[in-house]
């Protein structure tokens, strides 16, 4: 499906490059069929990792996360981590309105902590995302969408989970999907991410290769929108000072579920 | 239309050079960016060298960049979203005032783009009755300032907390703090606000990926996240060249993006984007469009003495190394691009001629190269630049620049073929020196065209004799037996 | 374009001492002849024989940095032609080693005869300090100063041909000297070439910022490797009345100074 635009503009592209079109580079492909030879010790890693690599990333990540006030928690359980979010809300003053309001993601690990019996003696209402019917009418869909931006837009903490989490630059990786929108870990003021410790992978490159040819990875790919965040949102536009809570969270705490 | 004026080179540096405030910003910038890159590179575990290998990726990329467009704009279509090709900057314009027309939108949130600055879209979103809104918060402020600019990554480099207290007092009416952190607060909310109530958001794109059909777009505030989630409809502007073709090399290319534009190891956002909120999904755009812009590139492509500059990732990493930019600022540049980069990129976009200052305004001193992550060798571009000025160029519609100094270097071959004439003109200056002032033994006035140098130096004057010279006479004094 | 790595490298601690061919710059050959005869001296002081061919002039590196190629390609072949014959070429100024021996050979990219002939000499040329540590294995030659001095990278030696060390050391080796560096002794000095009378306020303001710094590092003396760079911070000082000493180093190595 091409468009005269793209035709005329690729014609001049080709044209500059003296070129046909072609998809080889100085002989070799320019695209991979098959995981390279490093990808392949990576993948490997990857398998063979054991408890105490997992727990030697963990440290990494700790470390890497303290220049990026990124606040890396390890806990035990679940349960734990309920209980240290439930501290947390506490403690924490709302920053756009007198209320309390909490939106959390729709996802396995979350729904388990059951956060909405500590939160209920707080008196903090939780909200829930809940994937929507692709098959709704425009109506419904529009109606469910606004109602999700304004308990988004209330809350001021919003709790996600996370596909990955990059040990060398304290970097979580979320991939959209139904039921687990992308503004609950954006617009509230404080952005909490549970995650297992089997999440924790080394860096971009492994993040890449699995991926690329991890069939657990790769058949949803990178979807259609895919978010690094790396610590708290940062401006230094003024006069170079540092300051964090520019657009996105001021506070971003991350609960790392290590099943001891 | 956008607003360019290289021709002001020389009088706006002057300014910037007489404004305390700019020079202490722009040292501070120096010292904290570009000696921190340079330390990022050094830490890489590839180690600086693997800026070569990017310069070779990029070089991959170009190559093809026919094939790989075709296929992002295939995967990005799949995907749901729109692809437009854009062969100007008014066609770019146009194209996004169509689309916020049909929709109906009264305000457009822009995360940073140094592509939309290129095309002009917030004169002519406002000409068309649009509000463009800059949320960057060093673009905010040189919104309300009215101002342009003066860096790729840090566009308020030029003001103080001090400027921006005012400022700040004065369009927005918060109660006067020069606290940055207050000021920042502010801007939060005022830009919430319009996050919130925007119908269409914008963005530049940082790389984009053929294999996987993605944009990527890389911000620290988080602006770009937000513009890109909360409105109806997300229109990305993309230069062509910005793109490669594997994973694998966008990794490379990422990391270097990061430690090139701010020493940092990742940014504290980067997205991937290929198309918009599918079924069932809650947020984000109703309509993606990327548009895929020309504005030049392609000439500069069908040069191969300048395709190189088409490289460029845009991080700024020349800007923060480069002596001359660390002493005049962006504006003197006249247009979206300064420093280094916009020393090579401006005039091929919008003229050699007009300008040729920015080509001729530098010292060749060589440290953008050395800062660059992707290795483009500046210095050589804008000697390409000069050799267009010297003897002029029809391909790019250059005239000789100066036919004097033309003559001038002719004269001076000549000059520099014949040691025994060239000894007699340098004798005959040699006696012409003693007509200058002087403080000491140093020539304080020369006449044009050389009173430049005198203007703030000292001038050492010719020797009596060449060392040339001395060296014969004493050889013919020991060869006499 | 990558860098040409030195093709022919001579190893340390020779047997038989190279004959060495003096390139001098015309900048020193024309304003400042005494670095050359410093030189000189260093050289001779280590046993060397010297030559130089009296015909040499300029290397065309001016202007070829103003975009002139054609003006510069005849400058280069007749470099070649007196040069040629020459076992080893040394230069006091690191912008001329970096046109030989990087721009000659591009500039012939598309005469494979010249660039050849450009290519053997590019392979022979050092600059000063770098013969004199890297080729030599020389790092102290019995040189003697009274105070603190500090050092300036110029562009081209430094970026141009990697220049870094060798100066460095050798400064360290001079009796009583103390060394200290200087902030952003890598920053231009705002001399480049005709830049600094076309442009002369920014010039100024970079050659400012470079006295400035070297101001601040309490120094008696600047020391350089590159005649342009050592003009250009020698007029600003001069202008400044300041009592700081600008020296090339092989008049400090020679101690040719007051
Ligand atoms: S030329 Fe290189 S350093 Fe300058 S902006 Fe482009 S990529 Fe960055």
Redesign the pocket.
Same mark, same amino acid.
């Given at each position: 499906m091409s468009t005269p635009d793209q035709e005329y503009f690729l014609r001049r592209i080709r044209r500059a490059l003296n070129s046909k079109p072609d998809f080889s580079h100085h002989g070799s492909p320019l695209f991979a069929h098959a995981p390279s030879p490093e990808e392949l010790q990576i993948l490997d890693n990857h398998r063979r990792r054991t408890a105490a690599d997992r727990n030697a990333l963990l440290s990494q990540l700790m470390e890497a996360a303290l220049p990026i006030h990124l606040c890396v928690i390890p806990v035990p359980d679940l349960i734990a981590a309920a209980t240290a979010i439930a501290t947390l809300a506490e403690a924490k003053k709302p920053e756009w309105s007198a209320v309390k309001n909490i939106i959390v993601w729709r996802h396995p690990l979350i729904d388990l902590m059951e956060l909405k019996a500590p939160l209920n003696r707080l008196k903090i209402p939780l909200h829930r995302t809940e994937p929507m019917d692709p098959a709704a009418d425009p109506t419904q869909d529009r109606i469910e969408r606004e109602h999700l931006r304004s308990a988004v837009t209330a809350s001021y903490i919003g709790v996600t989970s996370a596909d990955l989490c990059m040990a060398d630059t304290a970097t979580l990786v979320l991939r959209n999907r139904p039921g687990q929108p992308r503004s609950v870990a954006l617009v509230p003021s404080i952005h909490i991410a549970v995650i297992t410790l089997d999440q924790i992978i080394s860096d971009m490159k492994e993040l890449f290769a699995l991926l690329r040819w991890d069939d657990r990875f790769r058949s949803e790919g990178l979807s259609n929108y895919m978010a690094f965040i790396s610590g708290p949102s940062k401006t230094a536009d003024i006069e170079a000072t540092m300051v964090h809570g520019a657009h996105g969270p001021r506070e971003v705490y991350l609960y790392v579920v290590s099943g001891k | 239309m956008p607003d360019i004026s290289p021709e002001t080179y020389v009088k706006v540096a002057k300014k910037g050079i007489a404004n305390p405030v700019l020079q202490k910003a722009l040292a501070g910038l120096q010292d904290r960016f570009g000696r921190g890159t340079a330390e990022a590179y050094r830490r890489l575990p590839e180690g600086p060298e693997l800026r070569f290998k990017a310069h070779d990726i990029r070089e991959k990329a170009i190559a093809h960049l026919d094939a790989l467009l075709e296929i992002l704009a295939a995967k990005i279509r799949a995907n749901g979203g729109v692809v437009y090709f854009a062969q100007t900057a008014k066609e770019a314009v146009n194209y996004c005032i169509t689309v916020a027309r049909q929709n109906n939108v009264h305000r457009v949130v822009k995360g940073k783009s140094m592509v939309t600055e290129e095309i002009g879209l917030n004169p002519a979103l406002q000409a068309a009755g649009i509000e463009p809104v800059e949320t960057d918060l060093g673009e905010y402020i040189i919104q309300l300032a009215g101002e342009k600019p003066s860096h %790729?990554i840090a566009p308020a480099v030029h003001k103080n907390r001090h400027d921006i207290a005012d400022l700040f007092v004065k369009k927005t009416g918060i109660r006067r703090t020069t606290d940055p952190s207050e000021l920042t607060q502010a801007a939060r909310k005022a830009l919430r606000e319009k996050f919130l109530s925007a119908d269409m958001g914008t963005s530049g794109v940082n790389i984009a990926c053929a294999e996987t059909g993605h944009i990527t777009t890389v911000s620290n505030e988080g602006n770009i996240r937000m513009a890109t989630t909360l409105p109806r409809i997300h229109i990305a502007f993309m230069g062509m060249e910005r793109i490669v073709a594997r994973l694998d090399e966008y990794e490379i290319l990422l990391r270097l993006l990061c430690r &090139?534009a701010a020493a940092q190891t990742m940014a504290t956002y980067v997205s991937y984007i290929s198309g918009p909120r599918r079924p069932g999904e809650s947020d984000g755009p109703d309509e993606f469009h990327l548009v895929i812009l020309d504005n030049g590139r392609s000439r500069i492509l069908a040069d191969p003495q300048f395709k190189e500059?088409l490289? =460029? %990732?845009?991080? *700024? *990493? =020349? @800007?923060n190394v480069c002596p001359v930019y660390g002493k005049i600022g962006g504006h003197a540049y006249g247009f979206a691009y300064s &420093?280094? +980069?916009g020393a090579v990129v401006t005039p091929l976009l919008t003229g050699i001629n007009r300008a040729k200052d920015l080509c001729l305004g530098e010292t060749l001193c060589g440290a =953008?190269m050395d *800062? =660059?992550? +992707?290795a %483009?060798d @500046?210095p050589r571009l804008l000697l390409a630049l000069r050799e267009k000025l010297a003897y002029g160029d029809e391909n790019w519609q250059v005239k000789p620049a100066s036919r004097m100094e033309g003559l001038a270097y002719k004269a001076w071959s000549y000059l520099i073929g014949h040691r025994y004439i060239y000894e007699r003109f340098l004798k005959m200056a040699g006696v012409g020196q003693k007509l200058f002032p002087r403080s000491g033994t140093m020539i304080r006035r020369l006449p044009p065209p050389l009173a430049g140098w005198t203007q703030s130096r000292n001038f050492q004057p010719l020797a009596k004799e060449t060392f040339i010279e001395g060296w014969r006479n004493k050889k013919a004094i020991s060869n006499t037996p | 374009m990558h860098r040409l790595p030195i093709m022919e490298f001579f190893p340390k601690a020779m047997d038989k001492k190279p004959k060495v061919t003096l390139f001098i710059q015309c900048l020193v050959d024309a304003v400042w002849p005494q670095v050359a005869e410093a030189m000189v001296r260093v050289l001779q002081k280590l046993g060397l024989s010297l030559e130089c061919p009296t015909d040499q002039t300029c290397c065309g590196q001016p202007a070829y940095n103003s975009g002139y190629r054609r003006e510069a390609c005849i400058a280069a072949k007749r470099f070649i032609e007196i040069f040629e014959g020459s076992e080893i070429i040394v230069s006091p100024s690191g912008s001329c080693v970096h046109m030989v021996r990087h721009h000659y050979p591009e500039l012939f990219c598309d005469n494979p005869a010249w660039r050849q002939r450009a290519q053997r000499i590019a392979a022979r040329i050092y600059e000063f300090t770098e013969f004199l540590v890297d080729v030599l294995g020389v790092e102290d030659v019995g040189a003697h100063f009274n105070g603190r001095i500090t050092y300036h990278d110029s562009c081209q030696l430094l970026r141009g041909i990697g220049v870094k060390d060798q100066p460095r050391r050798l400064l360290r080796h001079v009796a009583g000297a103390e060394f200290v560096e200087m902030k952003n002794s890598d920053y231009c000095c705002g001399f480049g070439g005709s830049f600094a009378v076309k442009y002369p306020d920014i010039s100024a303001a970079m050659v400012n910022d470079k006295v400035d710094h070297i101001i601040h590092s309490g120094a008696r003396a600047v020391i350089g490797c590159d005649t342009g760079c050592l003009l250009n911070i020698a007029g600003a000082v001069s202008r400044r009345s300041l009592s700081i000493q600008t020296l090339h180093i092989a008049q400090l190595l020679a101690k040719d100074y007051l």
């Amino acid at each position: 499906m091409s468009t005269p635009d793209q035709e005329y503009f690729l014609r001049r592209i080709r044209r500059a490059l003296n070129s046909k079109p072609d998809f080889s580079h100085h002989g070799s492909p320019l695209f991979a069929h098959a995981p390279s030879p490093e990808e392949l010790q990576i993948l490997d890693n990857h398998r063979r990792r054991t408890a105490a690599d997992r727990n030697a990333l963990l440290s990494q990540l700790m470390e890497a996360a303290l220049p990026i006030h990124l606040c890396v928690i390890p806990v035990p359980d679940l349960i734990a981590a309920a209980t240290a979010i439930a501290t947390l809300a506490e403690a924490k003053k709302p920053e756009w309105s007198a209320v309390k309001n909490i939106i959390v993601w729709r996802h396995p690990l979350i729904d388990l902590m059951e956060l909405k019996a500590p939160l209920n003696r707080l008196k903090i209402p939780l909200h829930r995302t809940e994937p929507m019917d692709p098959a709704a009418d425009p109506t419904q869909d529009r109606i469910e969408r606004e109602h999700l931006r304004s308990a988004v837009t209330a809350s001021y903490i919003g709790v996600t989970s996370a596909d990955l989490c990059m040990a060398d630059t304290a970097t979580l990786v979320l991939r959209n999907r139904p039921g687990q929108p992308r503004s609950v870990a954006l617009v509230p003021s404080i952005h909490i991410a549970v995650i297992t410790l089997d999440q924790i992978i080394s860096d971009m490159k492994e993040l890449f290769a699995l991926l690329r040819w991890d069939d657990r990875f790769r058949s949803e790919g990178l979807s259609n929108y895919m978010a690094f965040i790396s610590g708290p949102s940062k401006t230094a536009d003024i006069e170079a000072t540092m300051v964090h809570g520019a657009h996105g969270p001021r506070e971003v705490y991350l609960y790392v579920v290590s099943g001891k | 239309m956008p607003d360019i004026s290289p021709e002001t080179y020389v009088k706006v540096a002057k300014k910037g050079i007489a404004n305390p405030v700019l020079q202490k910003a722009l040292a501070g910038l120096q010292d904290r960016f570009g000696r921190g890159t340079a330390e990022a590179y050094r830490r890489l575990p590839e180690g600086p060298e693997l800026r070569f290998k990017a310069h070779d990726i990029r070089e991959k990329a170009i190559a093809h960049l026919d094939a790989l467009l075709e296929i992002l704009a295939a995967k990005i279509r799949a995907n749901g979203g729109v692809v437009y090709f854009a062969q100007t900057a008014k066609e770019a314009v146009n194209y996004c005032i169509t689309v916020a027309r049909q929709n109906n939108v009264h305000r457009v949130v822009k995360g940073k783009s140094m592509v939309t600055e290129e095309i002009g879209l917030n004169p002519a979103l406002q000409a068309a009755g649009i509000e463009p809104v800059e949320t960057d918060l060093g673009e905010y402020i040189i919104q309300l300032a009215g101002e342009k600019p003066s860096h %790729i990554i840090a566009p308020a480099v030029h003001k103080n907390r001090h400027d921006i207290a005012d400022l700040f007092v004065k369009k927005t009416g918060i109660r006067r703090t020069t606290d940055p952190s207050e000021l920042t607060q502010a801007a939060r909310k005022a830009l919430r606000e319009k996050f919130l109530s925007a119908d269409m958001g914008t963005s530049g794109v940082n790389i984009a990926c053929a294999e996987t059909g993605h944009i990527t777009t890389v911000s620290n505030e988080g602006n770009i996240r937000m513009a890109t989630t909360l409105p109806r409809i997300h229109i990305a502007f993309m230069g062509m060249e910005r793109i490669v073709a594997r994973l694998d090399e966008y990794e490379i290319l990422l990391r270097l993006l990061c430690r &090139g534009a701010a020493a940092q190891t990742m940014a504290t956002y980067v997205s991937y984007i290929s198309g918009p909120r599918r079924p069932g999904e809650s947020d984000g755009p109703d309509e993606f469009h990327l548009v895929i812009l020309d504005n030049g590139r392609s000439r500069i492509l069908a040069d191969p003495q300048f395709k190189e500059i088409l490289y =460029c %990732i845009r991080c *700024a *990493a =020349c @800007l923060n190394v480069c002596p001359v930019y660390g002493k005049i600022g962006g504006h003197a540049y006249g247009f979206a691009y300064s &420093g280094p +980069v916009g020393a090579v990129v401006t005039p091929l976009l919008t003229g050699i001629n007009r300008a040729k200052d920015l080509c001729l305004g530098e010292t060749l001193c060589g440290a =953008c190269m050395d *800062a =660059c992550p +992707v290795a %483009i060798d @500046l210095p050589r571009l804008l000697l390409a630049l000069r050799e267009k000025l010297a003897y002029g160029d029809e391909n790019w519609q250059v005239k000789p620049a100066s036919r004097m100094e033309g003559l001038a270097y002719k004269a001076w071959s000549y000059l520099i073929g014949h040691r025994y004439i060239y000894e007699r003109f340098l004798k005959m200056a040699g006696v012409g020196q003693k007509l200058f002032p002087r403080s000491g033994t140093m020539i304080r006035r020369l006449p044009p065209p050389l009173a430049g140098w005198t203007q703030s130096r000292n001038f050492q004057p010719l020797a009596k004799e060449t060392f040339i010279e001395g060296w014969r006479n004493k050889k013919a004094i020991s060869n006499t037996p | 374009m990558h860098r040409l790595p030195i093709m022919e490298f001579f190893p340390k601690a020779m047997d038989k001492k190279p004959k060495v061919t003096l390139f001098i710059q015309c900048l020193v050959d024309a304003v400042w002849p005494q670095v050359a005869e410093a030189m000189v001296r260093v050289l001779q002081k280590l046993g060397l024989s010297l030559e130089c061919p009296t015909d040499q002039t300029c290397c065309g590196q001016p202007a070829y940095n103003s975009g002139y190629r054609r003006e510069a390609c005849i400058a280069a072949k007749r470099f070649i032609e007196i040069f040629e014959g020459s076992e080893i070429i040394v230069s006091p100024s690191g912008s001329c080693v970096h046109m030989v021996r990087h721009h000659y050979p591009e500039l012939f990219c598309d005469n494979p005869a010249w660039r050849q002939r450009a290519q053997r000499i590019a392979a022979r040329i050092y600059e000063f300090t770098e013969f004199l540590v890297d080729v030599l294995g020389v790092e102290d030659v019995g040189a003697h100063f009274n105070g603190r001095i500090t050092y300036h990278d110029s562009c081209q030696l430094l970026r141009g041909i990697g220049v870094k060390d060798q100066p460095r050391r050798l400064l360290r080796h001079v009796a009583g000297a103390e060394f200290v560096e200087m902030k952003n002794s890598d920053y231009c000095c705002g001399f480049g070439g005709s830049f600094a009378v076309k442009y002369p306020d920014i010039s100024a303001a970079m050659v400012n910022d470079k006295v400035d710094h070297i101001i601040h590092s309490g120094a008696r003396a600047v020391i350089g490797c590159d005649t342009g760079c050592l003009l250009n911070i020698a007029g600003a000082v001069s202008r400044r009345s300041l009592s700081i000493q600008t020296l090339h180093i092989a008049q400090l190595l020679a101690k040719d100074y007051l």
